[in-house]
């Protein structure tokens, strides 16, 4: 709109010096044609540029022939013609243009009004771009939020119902002997998954507000990761699994040994959860270029290459065609990512042998220094 204003008010301004240049060049050229006794074009081309200035494009002819010319330009269209009638000079045919200071001014206010009009659109544009990424943002928490809630509600609603049968079952004094004391275990079990839910909660919030400190101290590995494999083995044999772990000679490092103990027993239960049926875990430990390796894979469906990045943001959940159907909050790999980071390690995601399975690979500095 306000280029538009702008080439509508320089039209206007054309029209109105075109007017005003042509009534002063027909006045000028009458009235000095009558104070001439003799036409002499040199005469009235000197008297015209001493009235419109020197820059003034001037053409003077008689009978359309041109007789002389002084700065005419390529742009003959928007000269002033006027031929006189009376005096010495009648019939000759005087053409004027002026290119003033108003029209250069004019087109700098345009370029100007070009400008501004760009940096206008641009602050308009960058404007949305910020409402729209905040919009998107906001929809992506409550989806995340939604999801948190739907997850949180199916993993707590389970055992809850679990729960609820087995103690009525109990209650009702039905079960007798050998059964009640698979019952009660059961009843331990679903327990042990609210708490183990909860946990998570809980220790991803103290992580994310930075709550969760830790303390270097030296640490044999091959005893803390010996002590995780034996924990998980009676919840592997539950399932028929089998675990391979290689024992090597002592690696001490400098780390803190409850974060990476944490770290561990969050990557060892996805491999039995995800690691085949039934699942077949293999831990080695390395040391590569003052690092220790921890790695523990398994021979399940494997993590597409597509989602190895995904799988560390929270409450991301894969396929389900490939977890097997098992469900989780995903907070369990965030967790691992964010204390492993903490003991200033990295972690990383890989294929197993042809491709199947997965292998997780953590590596921590063997000094914390």
């Known amino acids: 709109m306000m280029v538009q204003n702008s080439l509508r008010d320089r039209s206007m301004l054309e029209e109105g010096l075109s007017l005003i240049y042509r009534e002063q060049l027909g006045l000028t050229a009458e009235r000095f044609s009558l104070t001439q006794n003799e036409a002499d074009p040199e ?15 001037v053409a003077i002819s ?18 002033v013609v006027h031929t006189i009638q009376e005096g010495a000079y009648r019939g000759w045919t005087v053409s004027l243009k002026v290119s003033g200071d108003v029209l250069v001014h004019s087109d700098e206010q345009r ?20 409402a729209w990424l905040t919009v998107h943002r906001r929809l992506r928490i409550d989806e995340i939020r939604s999801d948190m809630l739907t997850t949180i509600s199916h993993e707590i609603k389970t055992p809850v119902a679990a729960m609820k049968v087995l103690m009525e079952s109990l209650e009702d004094g039905t079960v007798s002997g050998e059964s009640r004391s698979d019952y009660y275990e059961l009843l331990h079990r679903e327990n042990d998954r609210i708490g183990e839910l909860a946990d998570h909660f809980l220790l991803h919030s103290r992580l994310e507000k930075g709550q969760l400190p830790v303390r270097f101290e030296p640490v044999d590995l091959t005893t803390l990761v010996g002590g995780e494999v034996k924990l998980i083995r009676p919840q ?22 409850a ?50 990045r995904a799988v560390f943001r929270r ?12 469900r989780g909050v995903g907070l ?27 292998v997780f690979l953590v590596r921590i500095p063997i000094s914390s220094s």
């Not at 008689?62 to 000269?79: C, G, P, W, Y």
């Open 111 to 130: 370029r100007e009004i070009w400008w501004h009009a760009f940096w206008v659109l641009s602050g308009v544009l960058l404007v949305a771009g910020a």
């Open 332 to 358: 369990g790999l965030p967790i691992c990512r964010h204390l492993v980071r903490l003991l200033k390690g990295e972690i990383r995601i890989s294929s197993g042998p042809e491709g199947r399975g997965t």
């Open 236 to 257: 592997l044999n539950a399932v028929s699994g089998e675990l391979s772990f290689e024992d090597v000679s002592s690696i001490i490092v400098q780390t803190d040994p």
């Open 259 to 308: 974060a990476l103990k944490i770290v561990l027993s969050n990557l060892l239960e996805n491999a039995v959860k995800y690691g085949g049926r039934p699942p077949i875990l293999t831990v080695k430990l390395a040391t590569r270029d003052r690092h220790a390796e921890i790695s523990i894979s398994d021979q399940g469906e494997g993590i597409p290459r597509s989602e190895r």
């Open 62 to 79: 008689r009978s359309d022939q041109i007789l002389l010319t002084k700065h005419v330009d390529k742009d003959s269209e928007n000269a």
């Open 315 to 326: 409450f991301y959940r894969g396929d389900v065609q490939l977890t097997g159907g098992q």
């Open 43 to 57: 005469v009235l081309l000197s008297h015209l540029t001493r009235v419109f200035g020197a820059a003034a494009s």
